[in-house]
């Protein structure tokens, strides 16, 4: 059973910093994948940054240059920090690890609220 416990979520104004953190337990193989992502009120869930074990990342347009996603990978680790932070950034912000072990696994966590006033 895979466990993601995210932190670092709060409260910030337009133009602030957040790092967020999330550590991941359990039987994880080496070779994975761990991201971000965020779901707004009313949309849909989307990708924000994720990165492979070998630190292969990918962000998207919105946050390019604004977000930085690192991975521990000893510590299953995984940061997003997160700079120049405008009110769209404001959303839930969920950990996602995935690794194959004979079918896909893609395992979740919590989330934690993210808020950015303007």
């Known amino acids: 059973q895979v466990k993601l416990v995210e932190s670092g979520g709060g409260l910030v104004q337009a133009g602030g910093s957040l790092r967020l953190s999330c550590a991941a337990s359990?039987?994880?193989?080496?070779?994975?994948?761990m991201g971000w992502y965020r779901q707004a009120p009313g949309k849909q869930r989307e990708l924000v940054a994720s990165?492979?074990?070998?630190?292969?990342?990918n962000y998207a347009d919105s946050v390019k240059g604004r977000f930085t996603i690192s991975r521990d990978n000893a510590k299953n680790t995984v940061y997003l920090q997160m700079n120049s932070l405008k009110p769209e950034d404001t959303a839930v912000y969920y950990c996602?690890?995935?690794?194959?072990?004979?079918?896909?696994?893609?395992?979740w966590g919590q989330g934690t609220q993210v808020t950015v006033s303007s």
């Open positions: 990165i492979t074990n070998g630190g292969t990342t």
């Open positions: 996602n690890v995935e690794f194959h072990r004979i079918v896909r696994i893609s395992a």
């Open positions: 359990g039987s994880i193989p080496s070779v994975n994948v």
